[in-house]
């Protein structure tokens, strides 16, 4: 009902808005002290230092989290992070045992393969940690630890602030494992907790009415392409799979996301007058090379929508046809802000495009069969 909806015209752009909120209920309660505190979790020090890998586990956007908590917790632990398909884990014989760590991350908790994944991964003698929204789900009862991010619930078949809140999560672990082996130096300890409690309001600046009206504007003028690439290196690479995804889930446009670097093999091909590339580039130091890539598909006459921080606001106009600008915060966290301008961009261009924006077609919500 429209009650339900807070008034917003659609639960997904309800949940957009959501965001900042979800964000401070997720990370605010474990914060005291200047310190990440994770009372639900039993991760010690000692077993911490026998880990040897860790493996992210979880289907669709929450997989994604997964590809950008390998960025996140190699860097502040030096722990080797594999990111898995839940429907491919059981398959591969992955490498499990005491040394080794099994996060799961699910919305719902139910998920018939990342739930299959997760007893296999307790089966074979690893220990899981889950994190999950839904409270009293299969997956939450079955893990050795859990971590709830705490979005509220998500009506949206197209997850969002659910998305969000597993990000914070990856941070919050990103520190609590690097203060405990002492991987993350202090100072970087101090950036990103002061990078996590400005999250929530750099959210909420994003989603402000004059920029989403530019998101908006920028996805009209596009909603007709039918081939879309998102490119990005590093942090950024792991941001375009759940950009592209977006647009796949609820326009129904076919859209693909590269590594920019992978362009020239194989993807480059694709590329004709008015293909649609969504060049993510927020990554300091590898602008300049993404840039180098934005400019191999405008000669062969692509449109390219830029995303950037303020820092480079003015820089990216020189090489893209539009812009979206997002605040910056520190490097690790950046993912956090980059996909909510994607996030809108998706819903504007399913709104153009007619779409069913909250109940897509052929999609569930939660996927209970494998
Ligand atoms: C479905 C949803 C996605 C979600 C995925 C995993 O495909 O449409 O938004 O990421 O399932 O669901 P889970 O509940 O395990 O996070």
Redesign the pocket.
Known sequence: SAAQKGGYPHFMLKEIYDQPKALRDTINPRIRDGRVVLDDVKLDEGYLRGLRRIYMV?????SYVGNHAKYILERTTRIQVEPVLASEFRYSEPVLGDDTLVII???????AD?LAALREANARGARTLAIVNVVGSAISKAAHDVIYTCAGPEIA???TK?YSTQLAVIYLLAMYIGEKLGTLAPECYAAMLEGLQRLPDQVAQILVPENLAKIEEAAEAFSRNHDVFFIGRNLDSATCLEGSLKLK?IAYVHSEAYPAGELKHGPISLIEEETLVVALATVEKLFDKTMANVREVKARGAHVLGVTTEDFAGEITKYVDRSLIVPKTHPLLQPSLTVIPLQAFAYYIALARGCDVDMPRN?????TVE
């Open positions: 979880a289907c669709g956007s929450a991350i699910s919305q719902s908790g139910e998920t990342t078949v197209a997850t659910a889930e999609l569930a919500k939660s996927v």
